[in-house]
Nanobody, 118 residues
Framework: QVRLVESGGGLVQAGGSLRLSCAAS????????MGWHRQAPGKQRELVAN???????NYADSAKGRFTISRDLIKRTVYLQMNSLKPEDTGVYHC????????????WGQGTQVTVSS
């Protein structure tokens, strides 16, 4: 069973930065994609950024130029560096992964809360 554990959330003022981490229970080379999603209060969960096994990245328009997704294969961890944070970035950030051989099944972490005050 895949386990994804997020950390790094917290309360930050607008304009500040946070780095989120997603630690996987197994080598992340087995995942065809890993990503970060945000769920704001009363809204649907939305993709923020993802990274493929080949290292290609994809960002939501709201994240472009401010957020960077990266990975450390040795540490089995995916990161989301968030700069120039805005109040609308507030939400629970969940890590996701799709593993080779599991079709389109998504694995999810429990999430980490990010709150940006104005």
């Amino acid at each position: 069973q895949v386990r994804l554990v997020e950390s790094g959330g917290g309360l930050v003022q607008a304009g500040g930065s946070l780095r989120l981490s997603c630690a996987a229970s197994e080598s992340i080379i087995v995942f065809k994609t890993m990503g970060w999603h945000r769920q704001a209060p009363g809204k649907q969960r939305e993709l923020v950024a993802n990274i493929t096994s080949g290292g290609s990245t994809n960002y939501a328009d709201s994240a472009k130029g401010r957020f960077t997704i990266s990975r450390d294969l040795i540490k089995r961890t995916v990161y989301l560096q968030m700069n120039s944070l805005k109040p609308e970035d507030t939400g629970v950030y969940h890590c996701s992964a799709q593993r080779y051989g599991d079709g389109f099944r998504d694995y999810w972490g429990q999430g980490t809360q990010v709150t940006v005050s104005s």
